[in-house]
C-alpha cells in the first residue's frame, strides 16, 4: 500500500502498441490536488473519466462533491476547480481508440452530461 506522501501524484502510462486500436485503457491515476487547484478552458485531446473519492468542487459550473465523478471528452474545452478546503482526492482513467465513445454510451454516459454519480 502506498504512503500518503506517495500518493500526492500517482499515474501509470501503459504501453498502448500492445492494447487493440479500437479501445484502451492510456493511462490510471490517482491525485491530491492542493485547495483552489484550478483548470480553466483547457481542450482535451483524450477522453479521460475522473472519480472523486473525496472533497467537493467544480467541473464545467456544475457542483461536485465525494462519490460523483466527470468524463471529460476528447476534443471539448474544459474546467474544474478544487474547493477552498483542499480535501479533494480523484482517481482517473483515461481511454482512447476508434470505439471509446461507443464502449462508454453503452456504460450509459450520455454525451452531453460529463457529471454522473
Known sequence: MLRRL???HLAANICEERWPEDFFVREVGCSQPTAGFH???VLS???VLHFLFKGRGVYNGAALSAGQGFLIASGEPYSFR???EGDWMQYWIALG???VNDVLSGFGFDARNHVFD
Open 6 to 8: 506517495e500518493l500526492n
Open 39 to 41: 483548470v480553466d478552458n
Open 97 to 99: 481508440g476508434a470505439r
Open 82 to 84: 478544487v474547493s477552498d
Open 45 to 47: 485531446k483524450r477522453v
